[in-house]
């Protein structure tokens, strides 16, 4: 039988009071939090659900077009390994076809240095860069296609600024040029607006803390809190955000939208909220519905790459020790 | 339509954005092997999204609807897949991505309709056939009408025509299913089409229901009269045996029916019983040695006939003496006395008043005979009876064979419900030996069987092993599931469906065609005479009960409490019933609780009057 090593549980023991005593500020609840937040942050609203009529409305206006991308490797490490990108652009208007676009990327034919620690960033910052490319790309055909009255992006908005920059000034300006809703929906968000205000007022609070670690269980079922605009203005990045309690779930998501719409901030927390199941994990249906099918799985990348590579070449380069590891 | 997944010769995947798949339905796959036909043997529709497990979140049917107002159906992301299995096995797996069609008609008449209607019998519906029916010929449309759960419907599938003539070489039919699964009613269909044939038929009816002189409502218009085809006979009333016909064998077998004999009782049987003995005779004689060994020895019954009064006395005696001496070592007392019991009673039962002629010339004629009786009646009589038609039938085959001059003898069919009664398994009964007999040599002398019930686990394994053709209606047991299994070629994705089958919906297995058709019965022409409601019988009766009274008494109203006896006494008079008083108060407040008399309070108790 399967012993389990008692320096690992001490170890564990002694990570969790560690942990409790970093947080004993947040999970003391010696900090009115909601009041903090409404303070410092931002304003927290109740929203209501679209009813029929401004659903029928945007449907009018063209309907909704999800974005997102997948990525998939398939391979050992460095450079050996091959990543396809997938985007898909799909309309909740059943006459609007899908867009998918497709990328491959190997660093066997790019010319890296050879500096492991190095090489290590390029290789994140690669696959960054050519996933929000693909999105963005596949954004814009579909919305030139058709105009939707909104499009929303998996994942929060600031990615495409650092990593496809121009592709998503186009973008912008298309949408602001044709009225589109330009937002970007974030299950998993990573932003420290509220941490970094905490820490200007308690200065016993070290290291770094997340948004996600202070909203966890602070909104209310259909909460949102509509961040000021100064704190936007201080991140510089041109959006407005705001965190929103859109299912159950005691997680929120984020939403952000170009400056210029910030106006419509509500009005699409809105629109998430209405299309996000209530016991789910707070993500609407759409999108998991667009990530579940822009999703390649493992089985049919390996079958692909079987078939449209040489045995020789495929072997030699692309299979890992692990890939044949059956233990 | 296409071909999915992996596939191989007999069985495969195929499936269809816009179509939905029927279970037994017919579909041609355009192979490279050329075209290859298959039915439906299951059938699944699949959605990604409802009811709805992306990463597994419920969603609720709110946020459905509000994707619907947005232009986006999630409905339209169902798949419809169905697993084709196909008739004759191909020579490669099958191509995956093949064309899957709906077959025409000419491709698949050889399988469905290969009897013309004339050579058949007109069953019912095959199921799942609607798509070919404008394509088939005239002579096998508007022959039937069905019942659906909107009424009569005219008929818009293919025809199930059961091959009669190739009962020669696979004779027998057996009906399963439990009650209220429309087997009786499959039966009775059964053999309306063995009357419109004009095929000789016998059938054992303990349930008194196959009559077929009722049209049901739904049938008014288009009455079909079978008043000519059928003769109804009650054991004991119309038909019985003739006791001087009887041989010992044949007694005994009748004596047997109810319990078996033991072998002193046979050897009774054997001794006392003489040819041409009427029943008169033979019940004497064992009378008459009764009462001699009741007297115990020879001496007390010389005593007997020499204290006798008169000479009839003594020479009644004397014949008992000589019945002792001769029997009373070979014949025991209580052995003499059951036979004499079971004898009585079957006489009792009117069994040797009448004799079977009559069954035996309306087969002649091409009648259908219902013979009725109570179960045990029917064991008894059914033994005899059948014991003694198909030897005339099989003496006659054998003589022809022979070349040498026998009476004719029709050949002809015998049908029976609940025939688990008549041929139990596990243990001897009379009527199972004919049966046994008929299942495994009749189809050479032209004698067939149709043998229904509910419980075909119960019924004798060698005669389950002769049915050839098999109609199988709802059954909800497991054992009797199982048995089905065991004894058709029913799949097991069938067997599945048995417990859920509608009523009417039969599966229907035979040795001619080789494999399972899905059906379901036409609607009867005709009506079993217990087909009212036990509950609407109930009112029906108290209703007349109520209307009766109200004529008795409508014209000595008012009655008070006070001159009760009065009015009993008028009712005795005028109507020549009898009523105590407390019984006619009981039956004025019925009538007053139902409205139908009014009912005043007076000083001297209630009077009760016209409305």
């Not at chain 1, 090489?119 to 860069?129: C, F, G, P």
Request: hydrophobic residues 35%; aromatic residues 10%; negative net charge.
């Amino acid at each position: 039988m399967l012993s389990i090593n008692d320096e690992l549980k001490t170890k564990l023991t002694d990570l969790n009071g560690e942990i409790a005593k970093k947080y004993s500020p947040i999970l003391n609840n010696n900090l009115d939090m909601k009041l903090f937040l409404e303070q410092n942050i931002g304003t927290i609203v109740t929203l209501k659900k679209l009813d029929d009529k401004e659903l029928a409305r945007i449907k009018e206006k063209g309907g909704l077009i999800a974005v997102d991308g997948s990525t998939n490797r398939k391979g050992g490490s460095f450079p050996h390994y091959i990543e396809l990108y997938q985007g898909l652009a799909k309309s909740t208007n059943p006459d609007v076809d899908d867009v998918y676009l497709t990328d491959i990327y190997t660093p066997i034919l790019s010319e890296i240095k050879e500096n492991p620690l190095e090489d290590v960033e390029l290789e994140t910052d690669e696959k960054n860069w050519r996933l929000a490319q693909i999105e963005v790309k596949t954004a814009l055909e579909s919305v030139k296609k058709k105009t939707p009255y909104a499009l929303v992006m998996d994942g929060g908005l600031i990615r495409y600024t650092i990593y496809a920059k121009e592709l998503w000034k186009e973008l912008v300006e298309y949408c602001l040029l044709n009225d589109v809703i330009l937002f970007g929906t974030i299950k998993d968000i990573k932003t420290k607006i509220i941490g970094e205000e905490i820490k200007n007022r308690y200065e016993d609070l070290k290291g770094l803390i997340y948004d996600r670690e202070v909203l966890f269980g602070q909104l209310q079922y259909k909460e949102m809190l509509v961040i000021y605009d100064e704190l936007n203005k201080k991140e510089q990045s041109g959006f407005s955000s705001g965190f929103l309690r859109s299912s159950k779930s005691p997680n929120v998501i984020g939403i952000d939208i170009i400056e210029e719409q910030r106006h419509l901030l509500v009005d699409m927390a809105r629109l998430v909220l209405t299309l996000t199941p209530e016991n789910s994990r707070g993500v609407p249906l759409f999108l998991d519905i667009v990530d579940k099918e822009v999703k390649i799985s493992d089985d049919l990348i390996k079958a692909l790459l079987e078939k449209y590579l040489d045995r020789d070449i495929y072997e030699r380069l692309f299979v890992s020790e692990r890939d044949k590891r059956n233990l | 339509m296409k071909v999915l997944g992996i596939t191989t010769q007999q069985e495969f995947y195929v499936g269809s954005k816009e179509r939905n798949f029927r279970i037994n339905e017919f579909l041609v796959v355009e192979d490279r092997q050329g075209d290859l036909i298959g039915e439906v043997v299951e059938a699944e529709t699949f959605n990604r999204y409802i009811p709805l497990n992306v990463y597994g979140d419920f969603v609720d049917a709110s946020v459905i609807e509000s994707m619907k107002a947005l232009g986006y159906d999630v409905d339209e992301e169902t798949i419809y897949v169905a697993k084709l299995r196909l008739l004759e096995e191909a020579l490669y797996p099958v191509e995956t991505g093949s064309d899957v069609r709906i077959p025409r008609f000419s491709e698949i008449k050889n399988l469905m309709l290969r009897t013309r209607k004339e050579d058949g019998l007109c069953l019912g519906v095959i199921r799942n056939t609607d798509s070919l029916y404008d394509e088939c010929e005239d002579e096998f449309k508007d022959l039937l009408y069905t019942f659906e759960e909107r009424g009569l419907v005219k008929q818009r599938e293919l025809p199930y025509i059961m091959d009669l003539k190739s009962m020669h070489h696979y004779p027998h039919i057996g009906v399963f299913g439990g009650s209220g699964s429309g087997k009786s009613f499959g039966l009775r269909v059964l053999l309306e089409e063995l009357m419109q044939k004009e095929i000789p038929t016998i059938v054992l009816d303990p349930h008194y229901e196959m009559d077929f002189s009722d049209c049901p409502d739904y049938f008014k218009d288009e009455k079909r009269d079978f008043n000519g085809s059928f003769k109804c006979l009650q054991v004991g009333v119309h038909v019985g045996v003739k006791f001087e016909d009887l041989t010992a064998g044949d007694l005994k077998n009748l004596l047997d029916a109810s319990s078996p004999l033991s072998d002193a009782m046979n050897n009774v049987v054997d001794v006392l019983f003489k040819n041409k003995d009427s029943y008169l005779s033979f019940s004497n004689r064992l009378q008459a040695l009764t009462e001699a060994q009741e007297e115990g020895s020879v001496q007390r019954i010389q005593q007997k006939i020499e204290t006798a009064k008169n000479n009839d006395e003594k020479e009644a005696w004397e014949l008992r003496k000589e019945l002792f001496m001769q029997y009373d070592k070979t014949c025991p007392y209580n052995s003499v006395k059951g036979i004499l019991w079971r004898l009585r009673r079957l006489y009792n039962e009117g069994i040797f008043s009448k004799d079977s002629r009559d069954i035996e010339n309306y087969l002649k004629d091409g009648f259908l005979v219902v013979i009725q009786g109570n179960t045990r009646i029917l064991q008894v009589y059914s033994t005899y009876l059948l014991n003694n038609i198909y030897h005339k039938r099989r003496e006659y085959k054998d003589a022809q064979y022979k070349r040498v001059e026998a009476p004719y003898f029709p050949p002809f069919i015998v049908v029976t419900d609940e025939a688990h009664n008549f041929a139990p398994k596990g243990y001897d009964s009379p009527s199972k030996s004919i049966l046994k007999e008929i299942s495994q040599e009749g189809r050479k002398y032209g004698v067939f069987l149709a043998l229904a019930t509910q419980r075909p686990t119960l019924l004798d394994e060698t005669i389950t092993a002769q049915l050839n053709t098999k109609l199988i209606f709802r059954t909800v047991r497991a054992s009797d599931i199982d048995t089905i299994k065991e004894e058709t070629d029913i799949t097991s994705e069938e067997a599945k469906r048995l417990p859920y089958l509608r009523t009417g919906d039969v599966f229907i297995s035979s040795a001619v065609v080789g494999r399972t058709i899905f059906a379901r019965i036409r609607a009867a022409y005709t009506i079993s005479p217990h087909t009212q409601n036990p509950f609407d019988e109930l009112r029906q009766k108290k209703d007349e009960d109520d209307e009766k009274f109200m004529r008795i008494i409508s014209n000595k109203l008012p009655i008070s409490e006070m001159d009760l006896l009065n009015a009993v006494m008028e009712i005795e008079r005028d109507e020549k019933i009898t009523l105590a008083q407390d019984e006619l108060i009981q039956k004025l407040e019925n009538l007053y609780k139902k409205n139908l008399i009014g009912r005043e309070s007076t000083p001297f108790g209630y009077r009760y009057i016209k409305l």
